[in-house]
């Protein structure tokens, strides 16, 4: 999977302010992860780090992170964050299904849902296989993912927003997901209306395309690389995964 088909669905990413607005108090992905490494010495790595939400709190607590994005928007954000903290953490502008960092981690993460944006089997295929390789023996790799409920992904969803901008104009969120069960692909399309005296003064879109990626595929994709599944959570609480649960948390060890 290339740089350029990772760029083409990165339309969601181009305010890296808004994202981090957006999704900086969220803590439950944080959490997990910290019980999970307690007190390790050695580097850990963040995949899709974005602007350092995960990734800055960890390096408060003295452990030692790289983050990797391939956003260089959000890698800029996330590196102004831990400078402003004075935190020394290492981030790198790389592609993850070609990492190439100088060290191998206890532990690789990758959080809010980024592992949708590997769309086709040869690029999560490719991630893993990097993965691998940037792991220490018996190594954990941990990352989630939503869960596909076919009553919802059906559906095709439409719905509108509407709030005031900071210069007091209304702003109509229009948006449409849609669902391609052979590519089991989403694709979901947003667009913006700026509204002043009744009339639309600027109007723009944006697209994001997700791959869903059901348990037993999950499953296979894990031993064929040689992982062995640890736990598979519905939610990064730990609550027990069902059919109904929204999301698929992955933690899983290199055999």
């Not at 307690?38 to 974005?50: D, R, V």
């Not at 607590?61 to 004075?86: C, F, P, S, T, Y």
């Not at 299904?97 to 959080?111: E, H, Q, S, V």
């Not at 040689?226 to 730990?238: C, I």
């Amino acid at each position: 999977m290339s740089v350029n088909c990772f760029e083409n669905n990165l339309e969601k990413y181009e305010d890296p302010l808004k994202y981090d607005e957006l999704y900086n108090d969220y803590k439950e992905d944080l959490n997990y992860i910290l019980e999970c490494v307690k007190q390790e010495t050695s580097p850990i790595i963040e995949l899709a780090c974005g602007t350092g939400r995960v990734t800055i709190p960890m390096a408060k607590r003295g452990l030692k992170m790289i983050g990797v994005d391939i956003h260089a928007g959000m890698l800029n954000l996330a590196k102004q964050k831990a400078e402003k903290e004075n935190l020394n953490i290492h981030f790198e502008q790389q592609d993850c299904t070609k990492l190439n960092l100088p060290i191998k981690a206890p532990l690789i993460f990758m959080t809010g849902n980024s592992f949708q944006h590997f769309l086709t089997n040869d690029s999560q295929n490719e991630l893993f296989q990097s993965v691998k390789s940037h792991l220490q023996p018996n190594g954990e790799f941990i990352f989630d993912t939503r869960n596909p409920i076919l009553a919802e992904l059906a559906i095709v969803e439409e719905s509108e927003e509407r709030y005031t901008n900071s210069h007091d104009q209304l702003v109509i969120e229009k948006h449409r997901e849609t669902y391609h069960h052979h590519t089991q692909i989403l694709h979901c399309t947003t667009t913006y209306d700026v509204v002043k005296d009744g009339q639309i003064i600027e109007s723009k879109q944006d697209s994001i395309s997700l791959r869903y990626t059901f348990p037993m595929e999950l499953e296979r994709i894990l031993e064929e690389h040689g992982f062995e599944l640890v736990q598979l959570y519905g939610s990064w609480k730990k609550d027990a995964y069902t059919k109904d649960s929204v999301s698929m948390i992955v933690h899983c060890r290199l055999g």
